[in-house]
């Protein structure tokens, strides 16, 4: 009997973000993609996420304010977040590990970090 595969939500505005993300994570799990909050919250109304990969910087609602708003809401607070970020700025970096985020990934991915820290959390 064949597995279910986890499901991960990928969240950057950058469309080539998404195609490298989905790229190194689709053989091992179902990923969803968007390009918004406002995207990402209409995809978690209606499917079931094991994690979420959250970029910080998009016009509209920036990470940081998407993910207040995650941990706010009873339906979605329990889902583990990873911010994966082209910023590393030790300013950024604090706000962001205040959520109490399960890591800190900054960009260009290196495809190995990202399959282990994501197993890793998927695996506790």
């Known amino acids: 009997m064949e597995t279910k595969k986890k499901s991960i939500l990928v969240i950057d505005d950058m469309s ?15 990923v969803r993609l968007a390009r918004s909050g406002a995207l990402a919250k209409s995809i ?4 079931v996420v094991d ?9 509209g ?18 889902i583990p977040v990873i911010f994966v970020s082209s910023h590393a700025e030790t300013e ?9 985020v399960e890591g800190y990934i900054i960009k260009p991915i290196n495809p190995k970090l990202l399959r282990q820290r994501v197993s890793e959390v998927l695996n506790k």
């Open 16 to 30: 080539e973000n998404l195609r490298i993300i989905k790229t190194i994570l689709e053989d091992s799990y179902t």
């Open 44 to 47: 978690l109304s209606t499917a």
């Open 51 to 59: 994690l979420i990969l959250l970029d910080i910087e998009m016009p």
């Open 61 to 78: 609602q920036s990470g940081l304010e998407y993910i207040a708003w995650l941990k706010k809401n009873p339906v979605t607070s329990h």
């Open 92 to 100: 950024v970096v604090k706000q962001a590990l205040q959520f109490k």
